[in-house]
C-alpha cells in the first residue's frame, strides 16, 4: 500500500515537472506587449552665460586688511564685546569661579516681587539675581524664570576677538537631571 501511494506521488510530481509552460509564456507576452516604461522627460539645459569680471576699482581680495575682521577696526583690539577684566577682579564673585557646567539651579524664589535664583555650587548655595555674574565666561544673568536661569557669555574665540552666546541653567531635580 506504501509503495503504491509512493509511486502515485512520484508519478505526479513528474507530471507537474514536464511541458514548457506555454499557456505561461503565452499570458506574460500579452499582458507585457503594451507595457513601456514612463521616463520624465529631461528639462532644458540653458546655456551657459559667462558674469564678465571687471577687477578696476574692487578692493584687492587677497590683502591683508580682507583677512582681518572689520570690528577689530571700529573697537581697538579684542573687538566690540571685550568684557572689563578689572571689574571681575574687584567684584570677587565665587560663582565665577566655577565653570558653568559645575553650577546647579537648585531653586527660584521672589523676594519682594523681584526673581532670585539659588545657585548650588560644591557644598554652598548662593542668591543670584538678574544683573549677577556667573561662570567663567563672564556670564551675566539677564533673566530667571521658574525653570531656568538666561545668561548671556563673552566667550574669546582663536583670533582674541571676544562675541556674545546665549545660555542657560535648567532647574535640577534631587538626581541632577533636567527637568
Not at 556670564?139 to 524664570?145: A, K, L, P
Request: proline share 7%; glycine share 8%.
Amino acid at each position: 500500500m506504501k509503495q503504491l501511494t509512493l509511486f502515485a506521488f512520484c508519478l505526479g510530481l513528474a507530471a507537474c515537472s514536464g511541458g514548457d509552460h506555454e499557456d505561461l509564456r503565452q499570458w506574460m507576452e500579452d499582458n507585457s506587449k503594451d507595457l513601456r516604461p514612463q521616463i520624465k522627460k529631461l528639462p532644458d539645459v540653458k546655456p551657459y552665460e559667462p558674469v564678465p569680471y571687471d577687477p578696476q576699482g574692487l578692493p584687492d581680495p587677497f590683502k591683508s586688511s580682507k583677512i582681518e575682521p572689520a570690528s577689530r577696526e571700529k573697537a581697538g583690539k579684542g573687538g566690540a564685546f571685550q568684557p572689563d577684566l578689572e571689574a571681575r577682579d574687584m567684584r570677587n564673585s565665587v560663582l565665577e569661579k566655577y565653570p558653568l557646567e559645575s553650577l546647579k539651579l537648585i531653586g527660584v524664589l521672589n523676594v519682594n516681587n523681584r526673581p532670585m535664583a539659588a545657585i548650588q555650587v560644591e557644598d554652598k548655595v548662593k542668591q543670584v539675581k538678574v544683573g549677577e555674574y556667573l561662570g567663567l565666561d563672564f556670564g551675566m544673568v539677564t533673566q530667571i524664570t521658574d525653570s531656568e536661569v538666561k545668561l548671556r557669555e563673552l566667550i574669546q574665540d582663536s583670533a582674541g576677538e571676544w562675541s556674545e552666546r546665549e545660555s542657560s541653567l535648567y532647574l535640577q531635580g534631587k538626581e541632577g537631571s533636567k527637568q
